[in-house]
Structures are given as structure tokens and as C-alpha cells.
DNA sequence: TAGATTGTTAATCGATTAACAATC
DNA sequence: TAGATTGTTAATCGATTAACAATC
């Protein structure tokens, strides 16, 4: 499977299979369709199974999906089994909030680190994490190897923490700062933010 | 102009450049070209200046762009020389981050109203904003028509809570929720889930 | 005028959809 | 076997890029 040639839309809806099969799972179902799992989700039933082929045949003819079979099937694709460590960087209001959402570390993504540059912040212990000083950053990422990191600092500070996370080996960047970073190639960005999507909105209302 | 004439990728590329444009005037910039907006943003000129001309020629030949112009011209277009009332339903971590988040207000965004189901929460104030009982969602929504809501609830209450807003007469949802909503025809949804951009960044790594 | 950059057209590239043979 | 649904191909649709005439 050479990774650069599967579009890239494809691979992003893949988690939004997946978690609509974790659904699934938990009602106890043990088949499913294309079509089906294109209603549910508000997309058509070809643009699934077409995805889907650019990775292998997981269906059945005549009958459909094997609903945990194909739920292995792409968190395996995705190299979700396994756990994935992330540092954050940032613990304002909503660092806080992401350090206790229970949400990344179901789905595997575990919180090991929170960094700010506030004295009043930094020793503090959110969900278990305590804030170190993000002067030392370098002495902790660096050694222990962490591939992503969240970054929630304001603005005005996220290019210089994205530029330092980066030498400090971390491959992928979750940007929740209001600006469009630069990064090197080869290292993987995406971006939230509540912002921009609220201003798309208001064009059609 | 036709609304639905003009890509929705187009639409969702605006916000990006008034990011920008808003920085340039900033830093006191009067004039850009759609090269050098390009290169910041990691995006081709053409692109730039197609997009723009869905809606109209804002720029002057041999010159570029009035930095001034763009930004009012695009922030005309999105409808953004108003504030835009918004209500916030579900007041936990999350919720109370944006609460407290001035990047809304700072972009005309102003959180009117929240809600919750948890008595231990409602009656609290949070930047200002007093949290209501979500049962009372009806009696305070509807009469004042606001047009969006953020929905910062579990997984599990989401639709529900979804269909109580548009009821109410919400237009928008701003979905934090990691589940796929149902709305009627008409109604705008946009979703913003961390863990899904994780898993999509994790098949690269 | 000479140089630069826009706005637009046509060409290319890529993604989605429709349709159906294969097959369970 | 009959009915249903996949996997895949070809057709359609849409978005991006390249190129350049217009023009400041």
C-alpha cells in the first residue's frame, strides 16, 4: 500500500467510519452495509465501499460488513492499535479542558506531558499531569521520543512553540492557535479552529 | 450572486485569508499581492485570486491588493459586519473554555446564553454568562431567535439536544460532539473533533 | 514606457457517482 | 435458485493549476 497514493479525503473519513462502527458495536449489531452506514452518516453508499477498495475487499457479497471485523480491519490501517503518547503544550482554559477529556485516551491518544511558560501554571496538576515549564521542554520531549503534540498557546506564540516542538522530534502538530503555521515537509498539521468555521457558516445564513 | 453557485472549499478558504489580511493591517501593511498571501498561507496565487473572483476584482493590476479593501470586501461577503448572537449548550470543561475564550467576541461572535443539565453547574456564572437549565432552553431561545448554538455536550445527548435547538429555531450548529448529527435540510452543520484529526494523522506516522 | 500583477480562460487533475458483473 | 450487496470500472462532475491578455 504506498501511502502517497490514496487521497487524502479518503484517509479523513475513515475515523468517521470507525466511530460509527464503535456505535455499532455497542448496540450489539454484527452486520452492516454500505448503505446503511451511508445514511447514517449523510454520504452515499458507493463513496463508501469505494473507499474502502482502495484498501481491500472486507465485505461479503449479498450480505454486507462484518461490523468488527471491518472496525479492526481500519483501526488497523489508521495504526490505532496502539497506544499513541501526545505532549501539550499551552494550559490555559482550554488546555485544561482537553487534559481532562477522556476522550483521547479511550481512543488512545494519552496525554503524557503539559508545558506552559505561566509561574502561576507551571507545577500545577491537571487530570494527573503536571504543568512543567515550557523552558524545559528540550529535556523532556526530546529524550522520551513523543510523536504528536497539541498546541493551545495564544496566537502570537504558537510559530516559535511549533518551531521548538518540531527539534525536539515531534512529527505531528494539532494546532488550536488562530494562525496558519509553517512547517517543515514532513510533518503532519492540522488545525481547529471554532473561528473559521463559524465565519463559513454565517455566509449562508 | 448565487450561493450555491460558489464551491463550499471556496467559502471555507475566506475566513483563512481574513486571518491573514487581519495580521497584515496589523502590522500596518497597505498593499499584498496574491503571490505573497500564497506563500504565507501554503497555498497557490492562483488559487487566491480564483477564489476571489467568485465574488468580484478587488485587487489592481501590476499592484495587488488594498489590504483594507480585501478585508472589508471579505468580511462583507461572510456576512461579518454584524455581531452574531450565539447560545452554548453543555457547560462542562469544554464548555466553560469557550466560555471564557475572547476569540469569539474579538470576531463577533458573542455567547448570549448557556446551558446545562447538572445542577451542580446551573446557576454558576462563567465569563459573565449565567448557566440556565437546559429544560428551560425553550422559554429563553425561541423569543430571543438566536440564529447559532455551539453544542458542547456528551456524545449521548447530542442529537437530542440538536433537535431541541432547531426547534427552537437555531439555524447553525458549531457540533463538538464526537458523533454524526442528523439535521433537516437547511440547517448548518460544522463539527469539530480533535480525535478524528488525530486518527487521520496517525496513517502517516 | 517597462515591469508587475490581476482576472480569466482553458487544460489538467482528482474525486464522486452511477451502474453492473461477480458472487455470497 | 433468487435476492442482495459487494468491489470495480467507466462516466460524470468539480476543483486546481497553468498560462496569458488586460491593464495599472
Known sequence: MEKSSIPEVVVARLP????KLNQLVREGREIVSSQEMAEHLGVSSAQIRKDLSFFGGFGKQGTGYNVINLLESLRSILNLNQ?????????GHLGQALLSYQGFSRNGFEIVMAFDNDPKIVGKTF????VIDVNEMQNHICPRGVPIAILTVPAANAQEMADQLIRCGVKAILNYAPVTLKVPEGIRLANIDP????QTITFYL
Not at 127 to 130: H, L, M, Q, T
Not at 195 to 198: E, P
Request: charged share 10%.
Open 83 to 91: 497506544i499513541w503518547e501526545v505532549v501539550l503544550v499551552g494550559v
Open 195 to 198: 473561528v473559521l468555521s463559524l
Open 16 to 19: 468517521v467510519y470507525i466511530q
Open 127 to 130: 487530570a494527573g499531569i503536571k
